[in-house]
């Protein structure tokens, strides 16, 4: 992803002065010096990168700061919060409410991606169980129109054009009516991309916005623009009152800095990045997880949503089957559907503290994909019984030929993944059954773990036998090598997310520890 390369050199830079046997003034502006020079090498505006070096020298004062105290550490948290301010305008982002008729209108420059991000967006709130209608008033561009409908018609979401209507104005307004009228719960305009020297196309822009009083601007902003972001975004917030931005192509090799400068020129909060063509390429932006996340730190608050998304309550027969002891084939089909939903694994990977940009680099997310769907074939070639099973029944080599056949899935790839549920099925029986850890809880505790896995009070705690329990619970898993081994199959077996997964296992053994050592 673009900014790993900035990511890898200001974390290089803090690395070094972790080294340095003395912090003073010459070892602070030595990391200055490293960081802002990164900063402007990925284009990020001149005058924004003096203010981060003015604020950190501020926060800094090596003559006020105690001997006793960890100078490195006070340097450390003032770089991450001045890399926030950078991304954070510090004002609350607009969000739709579900059951109330909410308007959104997309500007900005030819190009940008603005109709992909549309369908991006309008898919992102379906998921959401939102009602989502896309207009397109893009009359300008050949070709808009088809894009629009092509996109939509792939996501399954209803959309309004027309080919006929050269007004984009009248379009956008009988677009808006009919959703309105179908009491859709988001309607989504897409406009034509427009220069800030276009002083006609401004004009329509402004009067595409008093006709359909949008309740939210979101303008998208190319990632690759470099330098001319700045002023290009103070031209789009003076004609119309930009809410929000979407930093689109963030996937590619460009430096990415000048899209962030963007923040700063329009007083607007980043929403979204896009980060690819697909559908699902479209990551949810905050500003310190997105700092933590560049600078190899992990996401959990991400993860936590993510896994979340997954909606694991919602599927009783695998609940129950759990709290037995019992992990089916079936119930492995339905999880390895539910994290195809979320994307490349590299992706999900990102969020886990320890995965460097390195390491994610060396992830092939399209052979990770293929390998899935290979798993898919392969459980769609099974019986309703054998799906039903624990998979011993494939011990029978007629069987696991009969599946190699009907799904085009070599022998010795079926077995790998019959060992890899086996593996998770002795992890599930562990946990569940009359003697597993589940059995320590009640019901209700259950359903509530199971409905917020991020979460986890108390009182629940105490009833798996504390944080020592829990431990213990993971010793038992083997240290979760398990997932590990899976992880690497999954992932084609790249040696850099072994590396990375081992980094994450022992980080969590760390804290494990810890955290035991501290509640006893």
């Given at each position: 992803?673009?900014?790993?390369?900035?990511?890898?050199?200001?974390?290089?830079?803090?690395?070094?002065?972790?080294?340095?046997?003395?912090?003073?003034?010459?070892?602070?502006?030595?990391?200055?010096?490293?960081?802002?020079?990164?900063?402007?090498?990925?284009?990020?505006?001149?005058?924004?990168?003096?203010?981060?070096?003015?604020?950190?020298?501020?926060?800094?004062?090596?003559?006020?700061?105690?001997?006793?105290?960890?100078?490195?550490?006070?340097?450390?948290?003032?770089?991450?919060?001045?890399?926030?301010?950078?991304?954070?305008?510090?004002?609350?982002?607009?969000?739709?409410?579900?059951?109330?008729?909410?308007?959104?209108?997309?500007?900005?420059?030819?190009?940008?991606?603005?109709?992909?991000?549309?369908?991006?967006?309008?898919?992102?709130?379906?998921?959401?169980?939102?009602?989502?209608?896309?207009?397109?008033?893009?009359?300008?561009?050949?070709?808009?129109?088809?894009?629009?409908?092509?996109?939509?018609?792939?996501?399954?979401?209803?959309?309004?054009?027309?080919?006929?209507?050269?007004?984009?104005?009248?379009?956008?307004?009988?677009?808006?009516?009919?959703?309105?009228?179908?009491?859709?719960?988001?309607?989504?305009?897409?406009?034509?991309g427009r220069h800030k020297q276009e002083v006609e196309?401004?004009?329509?822009?402004?009067?595409?916005?008093?006709?359909?009083?949008?309740?939210?601007?979101?303008?998208?902003m190319d990632g690759t623009i470099g330098q001319a972001a700045d002023s290009q975004a103070r031209a789009f917030k003076e004609s119309v009152d930009i809410g929000s931005i979407i930093i689109t192509k963030m996937d590619g090799h460009a430096k990415g800095g000048g899209a962030i400068s963007a923040v700063a020129a329009t007083g607007s909060p980043i929403v979204f990045i896009g980060t690819g063509e697909h559908m699902h390429d479209l990551d949810k932006f905050s500003a310190r997880p997105f700092i933590s996340k560049m600078l190899g730190m992990g996401d959990i608050s991400g993860l936590v949503e993510t896994v979340q998304d997954l909606q694991l309550d919602k599927n009783e027969d695998m609940m129950k089957n759990i709290a037995k002891g019992v992990f089916t084939l079936k119930d492995m089909r339905d999880q390895l559907q539910n994290i195809m939903k979320l994307g490349p694994l590299s992706k999900l990977m990102g969020m886990m503290p320890g995965m460097s940009p390195e390491m994610?680099?060396?992830?092939?997310?399209?052979?990770?994909?293929?390998?899935?769907?290979?798993?898919?074939?392969?459980?769609?070639?099974?019986?309703e019984g054998e799906l039903n099973s624990d998979g011993k029944l494939f011990d029978d080599e007629k069987r696991l030929r009969r599946v190699a056949r009907g799904s085009g899935v070599r022998m010795v790839e079926i077995q790998a993944l019959l060992m890899q549920h086996g593996q998770f099925g002795q992890m599930v029986k562990k946990m569940g059954g009359p003697n597993g850890m589940l059995s320590k809880m009640n019901p209700a505790a259950m359903q509530q773990m199971a409905k917020n896995p991020g979460a986890m009070n108390p009182n629940m705690l105490k009833q798996m036998g504390g944080m020592g329990g829990m431990q213990k619970m993971i010793q038992q898993m083997g240290g979760m090598s398990g997932v590990q081994d899976m992880m690497k199959q999954m992932m084609g077996g790249g040696g850099g997310g072994g590396g990375g997964m081992g980094n994450m296992q022992e980080m969590m053994s760390q804290m494990m520890g810890g955290l035991g050592g501290a509640m006893g």
């Amino acid at each position: 992803m673009v900014l790993n390369e900035l990511g890898a050199r200001i974390n290089g830079a803090l690395q070094a002065l972790s080294k340095e046997s003395v912090i003073d003034d010459k070892a602070l502006d030595a990391l200055l010096r490293e960081i802002c020079g990164a900063l402007l090498e990925s284009d990020v505006n001149v005058r924004l990168v003096q203010q981060l070096r003015v604020n950190v020298k501020k926060r800094v004062n090596m003559e006020e700061l105690a001997s006793s105290t960890n100078k490195r550490k006070v340097i450390q948290n003032s770089v991450f919060d001045e890399l926030c301010s950078l991304v954070d305008p510090g004002i609350e982002p607009w969000q739709p409410r579900k059951g109330k008729q909410n308007i959104v209108m997309f500007v900005g420059l030819q190009g940008s991606g603005k109709t992909t991000s549309c369908t991006k967006l309008a898919a992102y709130y379906k998921h959401k169980g939102m009602k989502v209608g896309l207009v397109c008033a893009d009359t300008f561009r050949a070709g808009a129109f088809d894009q629009l409908k092509q996109n939509a018609s792939r996501a399954h979401i209803p959309y309004y054009g027309s080919y006929t209507e050269a007004d984009p104005v009248q379009i956008a307004a009988d677009g808006v009516a009919q959703f309105k009228k179908d009491k859709f719960d988001l309607i989504i305009v897409d406009t034509s991309g427009r220069h800030k020297q276009e002083v006609e196309l401004f004009a329509e822009m402004e009067q595409i916005a008093a006709a359909v009083k949008p309740d939210n601007t979101i303008f998208v902003m190319d990632g690759t623009i470099g330098q001319a972001a700045d002023s290009q975004a103070r031209a789009f917030k003076e004609s119309v009152d930009i809410g929000s931005i979407i930093i689109t192509k963030m996937d590619g090799h460009a430096k990415g800095g000048g899209a962030i400068s963007a923040v700063a020129a329009t007083g607007s909060p980043i929403v979204f990045i896009g980060t690819g063509e697909h559908m699902h390429d479209l990551d949810k932006f905050s500003a310190r997880p997105f700092i933590s996340k560049m600078l190899g730190m992990g996401d959990i608050s991400g993860l936590v949503e993510t896994v979340q998304d997954l909606q694991l309550d919602k599927n009783e027969d695998m609940m129950k089957n759990i709290a037995k002891g019992v992990f089916t084939l079936k119930d492995m089909r339905d999880q390895l559907q539910n994290i195809m939903k979320l994307g490349p694994l590299s992706k999900l990977m990102g969020m886990m503290p320890g995965m460097s940009p390195e390491m994610l680099k060396s992830m092939d997310a399209d052979e990770s994909t293929k390998k899935l769907r290979s798993y898919m074939c392969v459980f769609d070639s099974m019986t309703e019984g054998e799906l039903n099973s624990d998979g011993k029944l494939f011990d029978d080599e007629k069987r696991l030929r009969r599946v190699a056949r009907g799904s085009g899935v070599r022998m010795v790839e079926i077995q790998a993944l019959l060992m890899q549920h086996g593996q998770f099925g002795q992890m599930v029986k562990k946990m569940g059954g009359p003697n597993g850890m589940l059995s320590k809880m009640n019901p209700a505790a259950m359903q509530q773990m199971a409905k917020n896995p991020g979460a986890m009070n108390p009182n629940m705690l105490k009833q798996m036998g504390g944080m020592g329990g829990m431990q213990k619970m993971i010793q038992q898993m083997g240290g979760m090598s398990g997932v590990q081994d899976m992880m690497k199959q999954m992932m084609g077996g790249g040696g850099g997310g072994g590396g990375g997964m081992g980094n994450m296992q022992e980080m969590m053994s760390q804290m494990m520890g810890g955290l035991g050592g501290a509640m006893g």
